[in-house]
């Protein structure tokens, strides 16, 4: 088992960045895989970037070339650098943690609180 805790949300204006973190704890961090998820209102959860135990990276086309998924496992923190903000990237950003990918955002996996992200002028 492991929890997590995001933070680093707040409101920005369109074109500037924002650094989400997740701490992690309750586990030992640098063997998870680990993602980061964001769910707009009225719209279904969906991924946006993922980092394996390895370091292997992917990323939702939504946000390619704006944002970088990145850990540290000396800190036990994930982050998700978001450049380039849109209002479109508007939602509440989840961290999970799983001990593969492939079971990222199922059954087997842990999730934080959220993060509210707001991007408006």
């Known amino acids: 088992q492991v929890q997590l805790v995001e933070s680093g949300g707040g409101l920005v204006q369109p074109g500037g960045s924002l650094r989400l973190s997740c701490a992690a704890s309750g586990s030992i961090f640098s063997i998870n895989a680990m993602g980061w998820y964001r769910q707009a209102p009225g719209k279904q959860r969906e991924l946006v970037a993922f980092i394996s135990s390895g370091g292997s990276t992917n990323y939702a086309d939504s946000v390619k070339g704006r944002f970088a998924i990145s850990r540290d496992n000396a800190k036990n923190t994930v982050y998700l650098q978001m450049n380039s903000l849109k209002p479109e990237d508007t939602a509440v950003y989840f961290c999970?943690?799983?001990?593969?990918?492939?079971?990222?955002?199922?059954?087997?996996?842990?999730w934080g609180q959220g993060t509210q992200v707001t991007v408006s002028s």
């Open positions: 999970n943690s799983a001990l593969s990918t492939a079971q990222l955002g199922r059954l087997r996996s842990s």
